[in-house]
C-alpha cells in the first residue's frame, strides 16, 4: 500500500499518512466501537476515516494536526450513521453469540459481570448528561484525549473544553458512591472496551 500512495501524493505525505494510520488507526477503532457497539460498523467508519483524511490530501488539503483531524472525521461519521439508523432492537443471546460474545466459565465470569454492570452503570450516568458533556468526557476518559485536541475536534475553545470537564467531573463525583475517583471508573470502561473489542 505504501508505494501505492507514494505513486499518488509524494513520498512525504504518503509516509507521514502511513504512520498516522499506524499511530492511530487502533484509536480510532475503539472510538467508533465505543459509540457504533458494532465491530463491523466501527471498523467500516476505522476505514472510512482514513479514506476521507487521504481524499482530503490528495484534493490539496493541509492537516496540521493529525490525531484531531482524524477524531473529527470519524465523529463526523459517527454522527452520520447515527442519523442513518432505526430503532435499535434489543440483541437476543444468539446475535451476541455471532459478535463473538461467548460466556466464559468461573470467577472470570463474575468478575466480567461485575465489570459490564459498572460499566452500565457509569455509562447510565453519562446519558443522563447533556450531549455537549458526554462527547467531552467520554473523548477525555474514555479516548484520552488531551483538552486542546478535545477543542479542536468539537470547534470550541480549550477554556470551555476544561469547564465542561470539570463540571462534568463534579456530576459524576456526587453521583457515585462506589468510586471516589471518576476518571478510575472512565478507565474502567476503557478497560472493558478494550478487552471487548
Known amino acids: 500500500m505504501h508505494q501505492l500512495l507514494k505513486g499518488i501524493h509524494g513520498q512525504k505525505t504518503s509516509k507521514n499518512f502511513m504512520d498516522a494510520y499506524e499511530r492511530f488507526a487502533d484509536a480510532i477503532y475503539k472510538y467508533c466501537y465505543f459509540r457504533l457497539s458494532s465491530k463491523e460498523q466501527a471498523e467500516e467508519i476505522t476505514q472510512e476515516t482514513f479514506l476521507h483524511t487521504w481524499q482530503y490530501l490528495l484534493d490539496g488539503g493541509r ?82 484525549l488531551s483538552p486542546k485536541e478535545i477543542a479542536l475536534i468539537c470547534n470550541e475553545t480549550e477554556n470551555t473544553i476544561s469547564i465542561r470537564l470539570h463540571r462534568g ?16 471508573a472512565f478507565k474502567s470502561i476503557a478497560q472493558i472496551l478494550t478487552q471487548s473489542g
Open 63 to 144: 492537516i496540521l494536526n493529525i490525531r484531531p483531524f482524524l477524531y473529527k472525521t470519524a465523529h463526523n461519521l459517527v454522527v452520520n450513521e447515527y442519523a442513518r439508523r432505526s430503532r435499535k432492537k434489543e440483541s437476543s443471546l444468539e446475535d451476541l453469540h455471532e459478535q463473538g460474545f461467548d460466556l466464559p466459565d468461573g470467577q472470570i465470569a463474575y468478575k466480567q459481570v461485575e465489570d459490564r454492570m459498572e460499566c452500565r452503570r457509569m455509562l447510565k450516568l453519562l446519558d443522563s448528561f447533556d450531549p455537549a458533556y458526554q462527547e467531552v468526557m467520554t473523548m477525555r476518559y474514555i479516548d484520552d
Open 169 to 184: 467531573l463534579k456530576k459524576i463525583r456526587s453521583a457515585l458512591t462506589k468510586h471516589s475517583q471518576p476518571d478510575q
